[in-house]
């Protein structure tokens, strides 16, 4: 039955997991939201995600109370709340970034590196567990490393020219940051379950997170915007040339680009702010650096909660949909130790590539035979289930304490 239940959610999770990053990729392309500018930040893009999420996850609780469920199974408990707290904060800083990188690169380029920390899992399994590294572990994470290899081999060879296929730096930085997060959360959702309390579902333990999400999100969208007016990060006394030329430049039009050049000077390699300027001419100046995204740290922050273009919204909402259910379905299975099945949560990522070139993208071979080496990887280190009984991990409170709760609730339905 264990195994039943792992394939039906893992079916699900799939395909949620799949849809959001393309719904999070064309919420970010002006094609998709109406030819426009897309105008909304990847802040403002998680605050309403969150806040979908947050909606679709009390909605199923709300109908779970209709049913006769009590509301004291909504209280998770000190201990698994505060692993909630935890998720939320890292949850908040992984969907910023994951609103970030689908602006530049399509989701069959970076969608495979933010999930290296699978090939630690079965360590800290090890670790946290006391559950066995198999040599089918080791199988996996070379495979893994290959695959991750393969659709840079052009480049090694210096036959790659498209740079959209090459992660940069900041994308690099975000892909760390990203797998940190989420191998925290994979293991703290252990936790939560652990520890939570007797009768408490998945619906419960999502609503709790997705409010500490939206609470951190929200003092970030208030907070970073006045400390990036303080710092004057949109009016930079110095700006280096080719930052001006190849990443300023080419997102302004003519008059814009006018207007900054009388006020620029360029100096070597360096473009230089004229002094004594007044408040109104800063004031269009920050304007527009604001708008090219010249400072991409506090451009994550920038924006009204109610944009101009609400088309981006609408795939963000999807996308929440999408997340709840996968949210919920991690829930439900973070009853097992994590490296049992969280590697099978990324099987679409073979599917991507093709899935992107139906869209239209650039899709080498080399891409899609590196998608399809990790995905074996991932899968590779639990193919020796039949020896292996996957159990579930050992509760905080006995099954003794769950058995009384659930003939309180089943005698409530009476």
């Known amino acids: 039955m264990e195994w039943v239940l792992l394939i039906v959610w893992l079916s699900i999770i799939n395909g949620a997991l799949g849809g959001q990053y393309i719904l999070n990729w064309m919420g970010n392309q002006p094609k998709f939201v109406g030819n426009k500018e897309v105008g909304v930040s990847p802040g403002v893009m998680t605050w309403w995600r969150e806040l979908s999420k947050l909606l679709w996850a009390v909605i199923a609780v709300i109908i779970e109370i209709s049913r006769g469920k009590k509301m004291k199974y909504l209280w998770p408990g000190l201990l698994s709340l505060s692993t909630i707290i935890i998720c939320a904060f890292t949850g ?14 399509s989701p069959h380029i970076f969608v495979p590196y933010v999930n290296v920390y699978l090939v630690f899992l079965p360590f800290l399994g090890k670790f946290l567990f006391n559950a066995t590294i198999r040599k089918e572990h080791w199988i996996g994470v070379i495979l893994v490393v290959i695959g991750l290899s393969v659709p840079y081999f052009p480049r090694i060879i210096g036959a790659q020219t498209d740079p959209k296929a090459i992660l940069d730096t900041t994308a ?37 997170r997705e409010i500490w999400k939206m609470l951190f999100i929200s003092i970030a969208l208030f907070i970073f915007p006045l400390v990036g007016n303080m710092m004057r990060v949109n009016i930079p006394d110095t700006v280096p040339a080719t930052v001006l030329e190849t990443q300023v430049y080419p997102k302004l039009d003519d008059s814009k680009r006018a207007f900054l050049s009388n006020y620029y000077e360029k100096s070597n390699e360096q ?54 259910i996968y949210s919920f379905g991690f829930f439900k299975l973070a009853k097992f130790a994590a490296h049992f099945w969280v590697p099978y949560t990324n099987v679409y990522l073979a599917i991507i590539p093709f899935i992107m070139f139906l869209f239209g993208q650039h899709v080498t071979t080399y891409q899609i035979i590196g998608a399809a ?19 579930e991990i050992e509760k905080t409170y006995k099954e003794s304490d769950a058995q009384e709760g659930k003939a309180e609730y089943t005698e409530s339905l009476k």
């Open 271 to 324: 473009y230089i702010l004229k002094k004594g300027l007044s408040q109104d001419v800063e004031t269009n100046i920050k304007s527009i650096f604001k708008s090219a995204e010249y400072n991409r740290f506090f451009a994550l922050f920038d924006g009204n909660i109610f944009p101009k273009n609400w088309w981006p919204i609408l795939f963000v909402v999807l996308a929440g949909l999408s997340g709840y």
């Open 92 to 105: 908040v800083i992984e969907n910023i970034g994951f609103f970030y990188l689908p602006r530049y690169y």
């Open 373 to 391: 080496v990790t995905t074996i990887g991932l899968m590779v280190g639990v193919s020796d289930y039949k020896r292996h009984k996957v159990d």
């Open 172 to 208: 690099v930085i975000w892909i760390i940051i990203i797998n940190m997060c989420l191998c925290s959360q994979q293991v703290l959702n252990n936790k939560t379950v652990q520890t939570v309390l007797p009768n408490v579902g998945a619906n419960a333990l999502v609503v709790w």
